[in-house]
C-alpha cells in the first residue's frame, strides 16, 4: 500500500510572502500524486495532479508542485499567497495499477496573516 | 446545481440509533466513496464502489455499511450509532480508468452523543 507524511500540520504565513507546503510519500510501485485544498465548511477541491510528464505541476489559483522522485515528495508551493489560501491542504497518493485507492496525508493547515 | 450533494449536512443523534447519510451525484461517473475526516487523521476510507454491483470495505468498515442504489446515489448506514463515530463524512466520485481524483461533495457533521 501507499501512505503519505504531511510534516507541517499547521504554517502561519504572511500575506504576499512565498509558502511551501511539504508531502513525501511512501510507495513500492509508481504513483500518481495529487493536492487538495478544504475551505472552512466545504468538501475537498482538486488543486493540482501528477501522473507522468514534466516534474513541475501548476495548478489551479497559482500554486505548483514539483514531483521528486529520489527524494519521494511533491511539496506544494505558491510565490505570493493572499488571504483567500487559508485553507486545509491535503496530500494524497495512488498507485498507478491495481484498485486505485487514494490515500491522503492528515492536512496542513495554511493560515495566512494580513 | 453541485455535482455531488449530501443529505443531510448536520446531524445530531443518540448511541444506538440507527442513521443513513446519503449521497448523489451529477457527473455520470461510475465510482463512489464514502470517508471519514477526523481532526489531525485526514481522510479515510469507509466503502467503495466501482459500479451498482460493486461493494468493497475500505480502512475503516467496521459499524458502517452501505447501499449502492443506482449509479447516482450511494448511501453508507450506522446500524448502531456510537458517539467515536462522531465526524465529518464525505461522498467522493469519480471517473472509472485512468487517474483517480476524487470529486468530493461539501459533507455531512455527524455528532453521537
Known amino acids: 500500500a501507499q501512505s503519505v507524511t504531511q510534516l507541517d500540520s499547521q504554517v502561519p504565513v504572511f500575506e504576499e510572502a512565498p509558502v511551501e507546503l511539504r508531502c513525501n510519500y511512501s510507495s513500492s510501485v509508481s504513483v500518481y500524486l495529487f493536492w487538495y485544498v478544504q475551505y472552512p465548511n466545504q468538501g475537498l477541491q482538486l488543486l493540482l495532479k501528477y501522473l507522468s510528464g514534466s516534474t513541475l505541476v501548476k495548478g489551479i489559483n497559482g500554486f505548483e508542485a514539483e514531483f521528486n522522485k529520489s527524494q519521494t515528495s511533491f511539496h506544494l508551493r505558491k510565490p505570493s499567497v493572499h488571504i483567500s489560501d487559508t485553507a486545509e491542504y491535503f496530500c494524497a497518493v495512488s498507485a498507478q495499477t491495481g484498485a486505485n485507492n487514494l490515500f491522503f496525508g492528515t492536512g496542513t493547515r495554511l493560515t495566512v496573516i494580513p | 446545481d453541485a455535482d455531488v450533494t449530501q443529505t443531510p449536512r448536520n446531524r445530531i443523534t443518540k448511541t444506538g440509533k440507527r442513521i443513513m447519510l446519503e449521497c448523489s451525484q451529477t457527473k455520470g461517473h461510475d465510482r463512489m466513496y464514502w470517508y471519514r475526516q477526523d481532526p489531525g487523521l485526514g481522510l479515510r476510507l469507509i466503502y467503495y464502489?466501482?459500479?451498482?454491483?460493486?461493494?468493497n470495505k475500505g480502512e475503516i468498515s467496521d459499524g458502517y455499511s452501505v447501499s449502492r442504489q443506482a449509479q447516482a446515489k450511494f448511501s453508507l448506514s450506522l446500524e448502531s450509532a456510537i458517539p467515536n463515530q462522531t465526524a465529518l463524512y464525505f461522498c467522493a466520485t469519480s471517473p472509472s480508468g485512468g487517474a483517480l481524483a476524487r470529486f468530493f461533495g461539501p459533507g455531512t457533521r455527524l455528532t453521537v452523543l
Open positions: 464502489s466501482f459500479d451498482v454491483k460493486d461493494i
